[in-house]
């Protein structure tokens, strides 16, 4: 269910409100838990002893996972309630900032060997800041893995919203009996490899992955003709040109 479009972008604060909530609903389900995590996952393969930056880490549960691989990692979010949910989960040591993505970033250019931008550069209108500060702490040859609401959405559920303007859509979520309004920035498969191009990125690959096949049973959407695969998210594996 949608309201009408809005013009202003998310507060950075807005996921304060329902961070628990949030983080509780997507420790098991489907999206996050058994579809988004274990694709990303696979996207990077092998990270024993990189150093990966994720930003819009949420409640760090991606964190988590690549440090079990033995990676270094980092992370930021906008909102405040989220960090501190992640430094509950990483531990008060772990390297944790509240930080904006449309703004410069407190990282040294080249500091890391991967990026993570999972389920937030939909929020935002503008990309080309955001993407090229991810390229500026990113290292000459590294990755960037990003993933937003799939483009065909729009054609499929919100037949209202121009598939070829890059424009808002207020929708009605709700985390664990929780419920919040997200408004997403819809856009065409163009304007997003035209913004990864512009930042200095060059797409490796294009990813509309099953979910994990650990997924329990009755998570999975059976009015679908093939339960393990749905139109939701896509995923790109980017690389930082020189």
């Given at each position: 269910?949608?309201?009408?479009?809005?013009?202003?972008?998310?507060?950075?604060?807005?996921y304060?409100?329902?961070?628990?909530?949030?983080?509780?609903?997507?420790?098991?389900?489907?999206f996050?838990?058994?579809y988004?995590?274990?694709?990303?996952?696979?996207?990077?393969?092998?990270?024993?002893?990189?150093?990966?930056?994720?930003?819009g880490?949420?409640?760090?549960?991606?964190?988590?996972?690549?440090?079990?691989?033995?990676?270094?990692?980092?992370?930021?979010?906008?909102?405040?309630?989220?960090?501190?949910?992640?430094?509950?989960?990483?531990?008060?040591?772990?390297?944790?900032?509240?930080?904006?993505?449309?703004?410069?970033?407190?990282?040294?250019?080249?500091?890391?060997?991967?990026?993570?931008?999972?389920?937030?550069?939909?929020?935002?209108?503008?990309?080309?800041?955001?993407?090229?500060e991810?390229?500026?702490?990113?290292?000459?040859?590294?990755?960037?893995?990003?993933?937003?609401?799939?483009?065909?959405?729009?054609?499929v559920?919100?037949?209202?919203?121009?598939?070829?303007?890059?424009?808002?859509?207020?929708?009605?979520?709700e985390?664990?009996?929780?419920?919040?309004?997200?408004?997403?920035?819809?856009?065409?498969?163009?304007?997003?490899?035209?913004?990864?191009?512009?930042?200095?990125?060059?797409?490796?690959?294009?990813?509309?992955?099953?979910?994990?096949?650990?997924?329990?049973?009755?998570?999975?959407?059976q009015?679908?003709?093939?339960?393990?695969?749905?139109?939701?998210?896509?995923f790109?594996?980017?690389?930082?040109?020189?």
């Open positions: 269910m949608t309201s009408e479009p809005q013009t202003a972008e998310q507060q950075p604060d807005h304060d409100a329902f961070a628990d909530a949030y983080a509780r609903a997507n420790e098991n389900g489907l996050n838990r058994w988004a995590r274990p694709a990303v996952l696979d996207l990077l393969g092998d990270v024993a002893g990189r150093r990966i930056l994720d930003a880490c949420g409640s760090g549960p991606l964190l988590a996972d690549l440090t079990q691989r033995g990676a270094n990692v980092a992370g930021f979010d906008a909102s405040q309630a989220m960090i501190a949910l992640a430094r509950e989960r990483l531990g008060e040591e772990s390297d944790l900032k509240i930080a904006d993505l449309t703004q410069s970033l407190p990282y040294d250019s080249e500091a890391f060997d991967d990026a993570l931008a999972v389920l937030v550069l939909h929020y935002l209108e503008d990309w080309s800041r955001p993407l090229s991810l390229r500026r702490v990113l290292k000459p040859g590294g990755r960037l893995v990003v993933v937003v609401n799939h483009p065909v959405i729009p054609p559920m919100y037949p209202d919203v121009n598939y070829f303007a890059t424009v808002p859509n207020a929708e009605e979520y985390f664990d009996g929780v419920s919040a309004t997200l408004t997403i920035w819809y856009r065409p498969l163009s304007a997003m490899s035209e913004a990864f191009s512009a930042a200095g990125f060059r797409i490796s690959a294009i990813s509309e992955p099953p979910v994990s096949p650990d997924t329990p049973h009755d998570l999975l959407p009015s679908e003709p093939d339960p393990t695969r749905f139109i939701s998210f896509i790109f594996t980017l690389e930082a040109v020189v």
